[in-house]
């Protein structure tokens, strides 16, 4: 795939360092989120059956169609590497951070209507184990996301 590069944006450092945050909003076209969301599918259908239950979790394990969360994608598959290694969340990432970075990992979370329980606040960095704690979280929304249906909310806290 072929991936525009987001435009370097002065105002997107500072908000970043203001916010701790940027919303790039859209990221991709909607042509590109339908490829993207095709290629989930096919993911879902082709390689989650072969993948071990330490990087497949379900709401309810015997429930197939219960699919909560998906680890480590790009390693079993060369399109998820790609946008990882290649996509703009890497340029982006390595804008704010003002260095290279080394994308790490790349999740699905599926959170339908009607199942599953809120995720609590909290801070990535600390699951990362990283030291110095220098690192991006990226999150894409696959389909309209609003206050109602359960968009994600960064939270501000103190230095």
């Not at 996509?87 to 990432?93: E, T």
Request: charged fraction near 25%; glycine fraction near 6%; charge should be negative.
């Amino acid at each position: 795939m072929v991936y525009s590069a987001p435009t370097p944006d002065a105002s997107r450092l500072a908000r970043f360092e203001r916010d701790g945050y940027v919303c790039e909003n859209p990221l991709y076209p909607p042509g590109d989120i339908d490829a993207l969301n095709a290629q989930i599918a096919r993911f879902i259908r082709d390689v989650v059956p072969s993948l071990p239950d330490t990087q497949v979790y379900y709401e309810d394990k015997a429930d197939k169609t219960s699919l909560k969360q998906i680890q480590r994608m790009f390693d079993h598959d060369a399109y998820f590497r790609d946008l990882m290694e290649n996509g703009p969340a890497r340029r982006i990432a390595e804008e704010v951070l003002q260095d290279e970075v080394a994308p790490v990992n790349m999740q699905y979370f599926n959170k339908p209507a009607g199942i599953g329980q809120p995720t609590p606040p909290h801070q990535d960095g600390y699951y990362f184990h990283l030291n110095p704690c220098e690192a991006v979280t990226g999150w894409l929304a696959l389909e309209e996301v609003d206050e109602e249906n359960g968009c994600i909310h960064y939270v501000r806290g103190s230095h």
